[in-house]
């Protein structure tokens, strides 16, 4: 799907794009677009594991129809291998649950639906039994790329942003200013790093098939992410085209060193 055939659906989908102005007319937000350089710019995949994007996962039952729809297991892969590919670095933000974190003494509603169907649990920060094919792990169609010694797995944080991991100090001490922002889930995970990744002065483009959310009574939160990311990130882009951005960065570095 083309920028231009993608407005439609991201307008139906996000009923606040248009912004009523002094006058009361309606008016489109820009679109500021981001550029990307293979120097500068990094892949990050926050949460690319079991119990999000496996049917054996824990949370299947309410983010499954959206993974499906959106096709999200197969577009992270095609992320990864563009990356991969074109010489672009990866990071990892994981989420961990170990024994001592099912002491906290308050939770938000997330939160204690994660703690009490054992979601990303381990049995410890240095015990990696029973850690294989868990729904900690990664899916086994990612560990080609997750784990060849290149991609930076960053330590795990815990609620939903990365204030409380590594990420941030890995991705300056890359030289790392632009992000390609995609993984689970759209409305906390994901959308946390969007937030934080912007606070602390980095330009990101959300990949929106990259992602899928819980769809529950209360709410889609899929849907709920793609207003915001439209409305904060720099950049929405689908797989499609961040692939076809990251091919052309690939391009244009090789021409420039020849």
């Not at 120097?39 to 983010?63: C, K, R, Y």
């Not at 410890?124 to 010694?149: C, H, M, T, V, W």
């Not at 899929?222 to 052309?248: C, K």
Request: charged share 20%; glycine share 8%; net charge negative.
């Amino acid at each position: 799907m083309t920028r231009s055939e993608r407005a439609p659906l991201l307008a139906a989908l996000a009923t606040g794009l248009l912004l009523a102005s002094a006058t009361g007319a309606l008016a489109q937000l820009p679109d500021p677009g981001m550029e990307i350089d293979l120097e500068d710019t990094a892949l990050v995949i926050t949460d690319p594991q079991n119990d999000f994007l496996s049917p054996d996962g824990v949370t299947w039952d309410v983010v499954g129809q959206s993974v499906t729809a959106n096709n999200t297991v197969e577009n992270l892969e095609r992320l990864l291998a563009a990356a991969k590919e074109n010489g672009m670095t990866v990071f990892i933000s994981p989420h961990y649950y170990f024994p001592t974190d099912h002491g906290w003494k308050f939770e938000g509603a997330l939160e204690k639906l994660m703690h009490d169907v054992g979601m990303f649990d381990r049995k410890g920060p240095l015990n990696l039994e029973g850690f294989d094919g868990s729904g900690a792990d990664y899916l086994d169609r990612y560990k080609r790329y997750i784990l060849d010694g290149e991609t930076v797995i960053a330590s795990p944080h815990k609620v939903y942003g990365p204030e409380n991991n590594d990420l941030i100090l890995q991705l300056r001490k890359r030289g790392i200013d632009r992000v390609i922002l995609a993984g689970m889930s759209a409305n906390l995970c994901t959308e946390s790093h969007m937030r934080e990744f912007l606070e602390q002065g980095f330009e990101v483009a959300v990949v929106t098939d990259g992602t899928a959310a819980a769809i529950v009574a209360e709410g889609d939160g899929y849907a709920a992410a793609l207003v915001n990311f439209r409305f904060m990130a720099n950049d929405v882009m689908t797989t499609e085209e961040a692939v076809a951005a990251i091919a052309e960065a690939a391009g244009s570095s090789q021409r420039t060193n020849e």
